[in-house]
Nanobody
Framework: QVQLVESGGGLVQAGGSLRLSCAAS????????MGWFRQAPGKEREFVTA????????FYAEFVKGRFTISRDNAKNTVYLQMNSLKPEDTAVYYC?????????????????WGQGTQVTVSS
């Protein structure tokens, strides 16, 4: 398994942008599908987006389509989440997840490596 560390969270006004990063340890990152999930207080963890090992396939939850973009740089062992047009309802702890697979899981159970999370707060 890879070790994952998220960064880039913070406080932003509605309509603003943030870019989250997830740095992975290990030399097998390029064989991992990567995903972003989020969990708001009192709610279950939900899928946000995921990207295949090559970056050739991406999937998004409906509520972030057109606003969020996932990307990866395998040379830097890093996956990114660019978040634009942020809304107060995007407030949550955002988690990075990884799984060594050719698939692109869109459920939490599909991932065995998780970061510690980074807080994103969007003020109205």
């Amino acid at each position: 398994q890879v070790q994952l560390v998220e960064s880039g969270g913070g406080l932003v006004q509605a309509g603003g942008s943030l870019r989250l990063s997830c740095a992975a340890s290990g030399r097998t990152f390029s064989s991992y599908a990567m995903g972003w999930f989020r969990q708001a207080p009192g709610k279950e963890r939900e899928f946000v987006t995921a990207i295949s090992w090559s970056g050739g396939s991406t999937f998004y939850a409906e509520f972030v389509k057109g606003r969020f973009t996932i990307s990866r740089d395998n040379a830097k062992n890093t996956v990114y989440l660019q978040m634009n047009s942020l809304k107060p309802e995007d407030t949550a702890v955002y988690y990075c997840a990884g799984e060594r697979t050719t698939l692109v899981p869109a459920i939490a159970a599909g991932y065995h490596s998780w970061g510690q999370g980074t807080q994103v707060t969007v003020s109205s």
